[in-house]
Structure formats: C-alpha cells, structure tokens
C-alpha cells in the first residue's frame, strides 16, 4: 500500500468564538493510501486544545503511513490499526482512510462495515451484512458567542432553511450576554430545539444557578458545562442539575466514559478525540443502557473529516456534525447537511469526492 498527504487550509465562514479562544481557520492534513488501484482517504485537523499543529499531524501521519507497508492489504491494516501511540486524531485518520479503501473494494458502504464489526444488523442479508437504510441524522448547527441580535438573525436563517436543532455557545463574561443570546434566538426560531455548550466556562456555584434560568428557557441539554479535569465534579452536579448534563472534554477516552456511564445524562464523542469509529462504537456499547446516552460531536473539518462520523448518525440521541457547515468553502462532498440533515452513502466507501474540476475520485 502506498501513503501520500496533502496539507491544506480550512478557512471559516466568519470566525468562531467560544469560552475559551476564537477561530478563524485550522489546517487539515488529508491521508490517502492507494493499493490496487483504488484509494482511500481520511482527515486529521489542527487543534490548539488537543496540542495537534500541523507539523506534528504531518509527522504522524507521515509515520503511520510508513508502517502501513509491513501489511499486504488494507483489511489486515484495519484488523490491527497503527502501530505505536499516536494521538488519537491521527489512528481515527487512517482508521478513516483504510474504511474507505476496503469500502470501495468490497463494494460496500462504511456504514455496512461498522455494522459488521458490531453485530448491530436485522435483518441481514444472506452475507450477514445488514439491510437498513444509509444513516441519517438531524444535526446540531452551532451558533457562538455573538451579539444577541446577531444570533437571532442566525437562528431566523437555520429554521428557515429546515435546522430544527441548535447548540449556542456560552461563557461570555457577564452571563447575562449567554441569557440574553438563549432568549433571542428562542424567540427568533421557537420550534427549534436548543443545546448549549459553555466549554467548560462555569465553576459548579455558577452553574447551579444558571441551569434552572436555562431550563426555564427551554434550553435541552447543557455540554461540558464545568471545567474539564474534576469529572467527579460534574457528576455530582449532573445529580443537581434541572437540564440533562452532557460531558465533552472531560469524556475523551474510553476509560473516561467507563468512569461517568450511569453518572451523567450524555457523552460527546468525537472521532478525532476518541480514535475512530471502532473507538466510538466501542463507547456506544458501553454506555448501551446506562442512562447515559450518546451525542456524536466533531471538530470543525470539511466533508471528508465529518463523513466517518455520519456514518454512525442513527446510533446517537444528539448529532452535532455540523463542522463541514462551518467553512467558507468545503473542498468535500457527500454527506449534506444545508439543510440541518446530514446523510451517509450507499456509495462503497466513505462515498465523498473532492470538489475539484475534472477530478473524479476513485471507485
């Protein structure tokens, strides 16, 4: 199998701001493996908080694509996953990459194969491979931290082009801004559902008397609202709390999970985060009866970086897959979501394509 990477710049539509830092732009380095004839691709992007720049994603991922030659074929890459200890944004890219290339091998889309790995499939065809349907999932679009009538014309606009959920950055220093953004946009979009993700902003005193004003705004589940680091702290005040309590950064890891399943109302899986699909099916059965349910999250990434994640859609209570939505201009294809419904493929593979003139993906 051959590895080759291309490093390019994501540039948002308008600079994102949340608790903790503003964004603008990130660099993705795309994985292609090529064998046979066909190829396969994954992303990995930068993140500050993760500690991920761009020289280091091309490293790893430089190294990971060395160590793909000891394997004969990509399913024997997929059986074992890279070597050594890599970050989890880079085994989730390869990871990525080696579904797609095994996808269009097979003929199969990476939904089908996800299911395969976790026996979730009924009816089955004579193959024993399941017959649903292409997932698909309602997402999350999010709205950050912005002047209240800004996010009111924002949430005007997504209602109107069919968003039905909406997660609102908070954490502005007066928490009267964070009310005051929740009581326009409810007014703005009043059918739409509401999550809100302080990103760790609020320390537990602060947060027990936001979340009963929250609750009274028909906010529907809070994120991460206490900084990450005392998951303890966050389970005792999933306990107090008067709104469904989801944890984020403080939920990366299976082991972290093990230790909030039952304790909390929901988790934040992130592919980047957790290490891939086979990562996130694996928390999705811990959690399985519970109490604690599952919200599929992403970082900002184009079509390609997003499309794993929606292939798992129909197994999570909360979607927020939105990050490709984020661009100015998404250099990918295939997975929708303009219209607030993100959509996975029958096509074999991830069944994405780069928007390129002339270029048509292999298949």
């Not at 990459?97 to 996808?103: F, H, P, Q, T, V």
């Not at 780069?354 to 292999?362: I, L, M, Q, S, T």
């Amino acid at each position: 199998m051959k590895a080759t990477l291309r490093t390019v710049r994501l540039t948002l539509a308008e600079p994102l701001r949340i608790s903790r830092s503003t964004m603008a732009a990130r660099d993705a380095v795309w994985l292609t493996v090529e064998h046979e004839g066909l190829t396969g691709h994954g992303e990995a992007v930068t993140s500050v908080y993760y500690d991920l720049n761009t020289t280091e994603l091309e490293r790893q991922l430089y190294e990971a694509g060395l160590d793909l030659d000891r394997f004969g074929d990509p399913e024997s890459a997929l059986r074992e996953g890279p070597a050594g200890d890599r970050p989890p944004a880079v085994t989730a890219a390869v990871e990525a990459a080696l579904l797609d290339l095994c996808g269009k091998r097979s003929g199969l889309p990476v939904h089908r194969l996800l299911d395969a790995k976790s026996a979730r499939t009924s009816p089955t065809t004579p193959g024993g491979l399941g017959v649903r349907s292409a997932p698909s999932a309602r997402t999350a679009r999010t709205i950050g931290i912005v002047p209240a009538e800004r996010a009111a014309a924002q949430a005007r606009s997504l209602a109107d082009n069919g968003f039905t959920v909406i997660k609102v950055k908070a954490g502005a220093p007066d928490p009267e801004d964070d009310l005051a953004r929740i009581r326009a946009i409810a007014s703005a979009a009043p059918r739409t559902r509401l999550l809100l993700d302080p990103n760790g902003a609020w320390t537990s005193t602060q947060a027990l008397q936001l979340l009963p004003l929250y609750a009274e705004l028909g906010v529907e589940a809070v994120e991460q609202p206490l900084a990450p680091g005392d998951p303890e702290a966050l389970a005792r005040l999933a306990e107090r709390s008067p709104l469904p309590l989801i944890a984020d950064e403080d939920a990366v890891t299976y082991e972290d999970v093990s230790r909030l399943a039952g304790r909390v109302h929901g988790v934040n899986v992130k592919l980047a985060k957790c290490g891939g699909p086979y990562s996130a099916l694996r928390i999705a059965e811990l959690i399985e009866g519970s109490g604690t349910e599952l919200m599929l999250g992403c970082l900002t990434a184009s079509t390609l970086g997003l499309a794993p994640a929606v292939h798992l859609a129909d197994r999570a209570r909360w979607a927020d897959l939105d990050g490709h939505l984020l661009l100015a201009d998404d250099p990918w294809t295939g997975i929708g979501g303009a219209d607030g419904v993100v959509r996975a493929s029958d096509l074999p593979g991830l069944g994405v394509r780069e928007r390129r003139v002339g270029r048509e993906d292999a298949a």
